[in-house]
């Protein structure tokens, strides 16, 4: 059983056991996306590495510029994971791929890729082959950057649909969607004080889904947004400290 976690480091605690867990299981390509509004990733992200810290200086990790590979590098003290950025314009080439990915690497964390990354991220993948890569807190599905219909269709089969999602922390209006590896997805709703689990699925569950979901368990209501606010601002207490 998963408790719903009630800050952010409780949040982190879990992402960090939920992803060794499915590096354990063999999963290679990994997703931990805590999609809490206002949330800047780069400190949940400096405090999510020991979850990778077995991998030494075989771990690289990439940001997207060269202004947050300094920051991290500025902030994050001495680590010794090899922190880098993604030359967007360069690293199409495949030879520049190859020297992104080299044979000492042995494990890749990706803080907070967005969609106009996402080719460049999938060719980084591919170059990885079998180790593992997680990207944390990614955005990689945006309509307006990678299109619709077939061409999105196609990345999600080629390779979006190759990541597992082992940690996801959604708050919604009232409710919160949970996954942590290897429970399925959990559906809380937010009362003044806590949260209280009213669902389980094995995939992620739609709005639709969510909508059906609340309508079958209507003696557990949402809370109001002010309620929902609350649990945010608990959340994000460590941050403003």
């Known amino acids: 059983m998963v408790d719903f976690p009630t800050t952010l480091d409780e949040a982190i605690a879990q992402a960090q056991t939920a992803t060794q867990a499915a590096l354990t299981a063999g999963y290679t390509r990994l997703q931990v996306e805590l999609a809490i509004p206002e949330l800047k990733p780069m400190q949940p992200a400096y405090q ?103 061409t999105a269709r196609k990345l999600r089969e080629r390779f979006l649909n190759t990541i597992e999602p082992c940690y996801f922390l959604k708050l919604l209006d009232g409710a919160a969607l949970l996954r942590c590896y290897p429970s399925t997805w959990q559906v809380w709703a937010g009362t003044d004080e806590n949260y209280t689990l009213v669902a389980e699925d094995p995939l992620k569950p739609s709005l639709e889904r969510l909508d059906e979901i609340f309508m079958k368990n209507s003696g557990v209501q949402p809370s109001r947004p002010q309620s929902m606010f609350a649990g945010l601002e608990r959340l994000l207490k460590a941050l403003r400290q």
């Open 48 to 150: 999510f590495l020991p979850a990778l810290a077995n991998y030494g200086t075989g771990l690289k990790i990439f940001f997207t510029d060269a202004g947050a590979a300094a920051l991290a590098r500025r902030d994050w003290g001495e680590i010794s994971h090899s922190i880098q950025s993604i030359d967007i314009a360069g690293a199409r080439q495949t030879s520049v791929v190859e020297e992104l990915v080299t044979p000492d690497d042995k494990a890749f964390l990706f803080v907070a890729p967005s969609s106009v990354e996402v080719f460049l991220v999938e060719q980084i993948c591919n170059a990885a082959g079998d180790r593992p890569v997680v990207l944390f807190n990614p955005r990689l599905e945006d309509v307006g950057t990678v299109g619709i219909g077939y």
